[in-house]
């Protein structure tokens, strides 16, 4: 079974510069998450979506940060313009439920780079 | 609100020696707990879990008992192995926004 896909692994841009993530989930999982991993610190969640119904953006900075999931699939995550405190690793993962006894599967990540 | 405290590291042992990470948690709510685990590289994978009170989650020889009483999720290992290094989460999900709330790491380092 093919596990959640991130792309690009990879991506430094200078500030102000706009910048999309992609990510693709387990076959099957309504349930997609995007976190945000700082250098030393463990996951926070940005944002949760069921289906293609965002459900729990409160923690995502709506000024700059915007996401979508089109067809309740894959998903975008867009930075827009980029500062130097974006700087960090954006994890995807998906699960087949929701509720908290659920195992959530993580892609590898997007580590973004801010010049 | 919920909240994970892990032991800071690095924790660097020998090859065969005796792991424990050390895990407490806050929580409103009745979590169920994880420890999650990142080698170099790759993305975080789960180790194991538990759901309940006493509750014990094993995995790869790993294991951790859910001790409601001291509101801990403890990480053990008899015999580490070099393959072992790496950084372990300990997490909890309430079932509240389905959200998993982490610590922030403790990284492994194992030599022979």
């Known amino acids: 079974e093919a596990g959640v896909v991130q792309s690009p692994r990879y991506k430094i841009i200078e500030k102000k510069q706009p910048v999309a993530f992609w990510c693709n989930p387990i076959?099957?999982?309504?349930?997609l998450y995007w976190y945000l991993q700082n250098l030393g610190q463990g996951p926070e969640l940005l944002i949760r979506y069921e289906n293609e119904e965002a459900v729990d953006d409160s923690q995502l900075p709506k000024d700059r940060f915007s996401a979508e999931r089109l067809k309740g699939v894959d998903s975008t995550l867009k930075i827009q313009p980029a500062e130097l405190g974006d700087s960090a690793v954006y994890l995807c993962?998906?699960?087949?439920?929701?509720?908290?006894?659920?195992?959530?599967?993580f892609g590898p990540g997007t580590r973004l780079t801010v010049l | 609100g919920n909240s994970v405290t892990q032991m800071e590291g690095p924790v660097t042992l020998s090859e065969e020696a005796f792991l424990t990470i050390n895990c407490t948690y806050t929580?409103?709510?009745?979590?169920?707990l994880f420890w999650y685990v990142q080698y170099p590289g790759e993305g975080l994978q789960l180790l194991l879990k538990a759901t309940k009170a006493d509750d014990k989650g094993s995995n790869k020889g790993f294991e951790a008992t859910y001790r409601k009483e001291t509101t801990s999720f403890h990480l053990e290992k008899g015999s580490v192995q070099v393959s072992d290094s790496a950084v372990y989460f300990c997490?909890?999900?309430?079932?509240?926004?389905?959200?998993?709330?982490f610590g922030t790491g403790t990284r492994l380092q194992v030599t022979l």
């Open positions: 993962a998906s699960s087949a439920g929701r509720g908290r006894e659920n195992e959530q599967f």
């Open positions: 076959s099957g999982h309504n349930t």
């Open positions: 929580a409103t709510g009745y979590p169920s």
């Open positions: 997490a909890l999900n309430t079932g509240t926004a389905s959200k998993l709330t």
